[in-house]
DNA sequence: CGCTTGACCGGAA
DNA sequence: ATTCCGGCCAAGC
């Protein structure tokens, strides 16, 4: 009881989190994992970093009605998957704008009710 | 039961 | 800018 398998209980945080995503906009696994509750198995106190990992995962098992599309690398580029090149084009279909074949974050990244995540940029001029 | 890979991240050379 | 390394967890063979 309590605790079931584990990971599953992760997943489908990560799935909850993706699907909260809306359209146009973009997030990181770094940030799933790092806006995540608590990583159940991981005593972890901030980081969270290898968790991103986990998060990869979560979503390579991930089912249909995730927009995993819309999860890309910290590096603001789709991940190095046979199916990178139909996100991309699902990105862009959904407004988004790729410039040297890289998102920026800075303005697409979605930042949901967590603020604590939000970057330090505040001149958008 | 043990080893290898993986839709990652950050830092260093 | 690119390349290499270490780190953590889980699933597959």
């Not at 608590?38 to 009605?65: C, F, N």
């Not at 991309?88 to 040297?100: H, K, R």
Request: aromatic content about 8%.
């Amino acid at each position: 009881m309590s605790v079931p398998a584990g990971q599953l209980a992760y997943y489908k945080q990560v799935w909850s989190f993706v699907r909260q995503v809306p359209t146009g906009k973009v997030v990181t696994y770094g940030q799933i994992a790092q806006s995540l509750p608590e990583p159940l198995t991981l005593d972890i106190d901030e980081q969270a970093l290898p968790a991103a990992r986990l998060v990869g995962s979560a979503m390579a098992a991930s089912p249909a009605d995730v927009p995993w599309h819309r999860v890309i690398n910290s590096q603001g580029k789709v991940s190095n998957r046979p199916e990178a090149n139909k996100q991309v084009q699902l990105l862009e279909a959904e407004g988004l704008s790729f410039l040297q074949g890289r998102i920026d974050l800075n303005q697409h990244q979605w930042h949901g009710s967590n603020q604590a995540d939000q970057p330090k940029l505040q001149q958008l001029f």
